[in-house]
């Protein structure tokens, strides 16, 4: 496995993706199109974010995230998207992913990574997953998302 920036030939991919994410209800259906039109901007060179994916030996596209660094801030980056095919969890995909996109912020100077997530219990994994990584949650907004869905946010400080 090894991480390079998302190409166009990885769209469709990358749709299937995301689709089989939001049909196991780990993604609505507005945060898949949101996701989408980042894409599109990135390929089209219209945005700051970084895109980056996790593809096989056989350069199969097998999990992404896009991430950047937060406006009018000194030097604090977000985690925007992390998504890895749902036939490829816990595969160590999403890890090889953070380690690089760690590796590289480190190497613009980057304080720290921030990631935001819900506190709904189908994300209970999704937030293991940061904890294990060393992630520390530093906020909770009650009831951020919706009634009984609060925001979570972690920290990494590199």
Known sequence: MKVRKVQKKDKSRMNEVL?????????????VECALELLEA???NSTDYEHVCCVNEDDVFLGYSCYGKVPLT????DLYWIAVDVNEHNKGIGKKIMEYIEKDLKSRKARKLLI???SQKIYEPTRMFYIKLNYKEVSRIKDFYSSGDDRVTYEKLL
């Not at 049909?23 to 507005?30: A, R, S, T, W």
């Not at 000194?74 to 980056?77: L, S």
């Open 19 to 31: 689709d089989g994410i939001y049909k196991k209800g780990l993604f609505k259906k507005e945060e």
């Open 116 to 118: 935001e997530t819900s």
């Open 74 to 77: 000194d030097a604090v980056y």
């Open 42 to 44: 990135h390929l089209n």
